[in-house]
Nanobody
């Protein structure tokens, strides 16, 4: 049974930082590209960032570029999202997702589309106060 479990969310003031983790089990983690998405109340789920299984390739939404950093540790079956310079508009539930993809890069997959992904975590709340 595949499980993705996010952690690290919380309440932070604007300008602060948080580090999210997503621990995967029940799958061969190094076969999967990973993505982070977020969903604010009343809004659609939106793409934040993706990373290839190799870690070589990453892609960020413009809204988080330069502030967020994705990384992964295939030995620990975990993907991380370091979020700096947080803004109130970053407030959302953050989800990690996994897509089986043997390519070391992100080319050839629609990594920014939620329906590309095979598995999802339950989400972790991030709230940024002004």
């Amino acid at each position: 049974q595949v499980q993705l479990v996010e952690s690290g969310g919380g309440l932070v003031q604007a300008g602060g930082s948080l580090r999210l983790s997503c621990a995967a089990s029940g799958l061969t983690f190094s076969n999967y590209a990973m993505g982070w998405f977020r969903q604010a109340p009343g809004k659609e789920r939106e793409f934040v960032v993706a990373i290839s299984w190799s870690g070589i390739a990453t892609s960020y939404a413009d809204s988080v570029k330069g502030r967020f950093t994705i990384s992964r540790d295939n030995a620990e079956n975990t993907v991380y999202l370091q979020m700096n310079a947080l803004k109130p508009e970053d407030t959302a539930v953050y989800y990690c997702a996994a897509h089986q993809n043997p390519r070391p890069y992100l080319s050839g997959i629609y990594y920014y589309r939620p329906n590309t992904y095979d598995y999802w975590g339950q989400g972790t709340q991030v709230t940024v106060s002004s």
